[in-house]
């Protein structure tokens, strides 16, 4: 796309994280890694994590499918550039880019909104990490000395502001999986 779109952008693709490791090892420059944040076998933070130990000072933006303001907001936490959506119209995204070469942030707005209805609490974040654990409700409970009902309240509480039917999805999306 960017090629076809005359954006004067230069990008070069990789099949994996770990060729794309291998090409930061080397003298080319590189003005931007833009990583897809569901890469097979890797995680977005991990692929974060990675090529900052490579290439340090290196800006890294996510392209994802995965339009969830909390993955977005945690992987900028972490330390990321930017975050664009799959979903962007061609131009959207020729511009992101150019933000994003700029030495600027960018995230979309649309995915800024969301997450202010996404905000957890300190207790629903320490539900959220127990459950993503594979921990019961009664586990849940026993570990943070609260009643099992409390915990499933924020057990909804956090199914519903992942958009997710159970569990097993929430541990997947908080993971990054």
């Known amino acids: 796309m960017l090629e076809s779109a005359s954006t004067g952008i230069e990008a070069q693709v990789f099949s994996s994280l770990t060729s794309a490791l291998n090409h ?28 900052a130990a490579r290439r340090p000072g290196l800006p890294v933006a996510f392209l994802s499918g995965l339009d969830d303001p909390l993955l977005a907001a945690e992987a900028l936490n972490r330390g990321a550039q930017g975050w664009l959506s799959k979903s962007m119209a061609a131009e959207a995204l020729s511009n992101a880019l150019r933000i994003l070469l700029s030495g600027e ?3 979309p707005v649309d995915l800024l909104l969301r ?18 654990r594979g921990l019961t409700d009664k586990e849940i409970a026993a570990h943070l000395s ?12 956090l ?8 569990r097993t999805q929430f541990a997947l999306r908080y993971r990054g999986a």
Do not use: C, W, Y
Request: charged share 20%; aromatic share 4%; glycine share 6%.
């Open 24 to 51: 930061l090892s080397t003298d080319a420059v590189v003005d931007l890694a833009l990583v897809d944040f569901a890469m097979p076998g890797v995680s977005g933070l991990e692929a974060l994590d990675a090529i």
């Open 115 to 132: 997450q202010h209805s996404t905000v957890l609490t300190l207790r629903e974040q320490q539900v959220a990490e127990l459950l993503a």
């Open 146 to 157: 609260v009643q099992v009902g409390t915990v499933k309240v924020h057990v909804k509480s």
């Open 105 to 107: 942030r960018f995230v």
């Open 159 to 166: 199914l519903r502001k992942f958009g997710t039917a159970n």
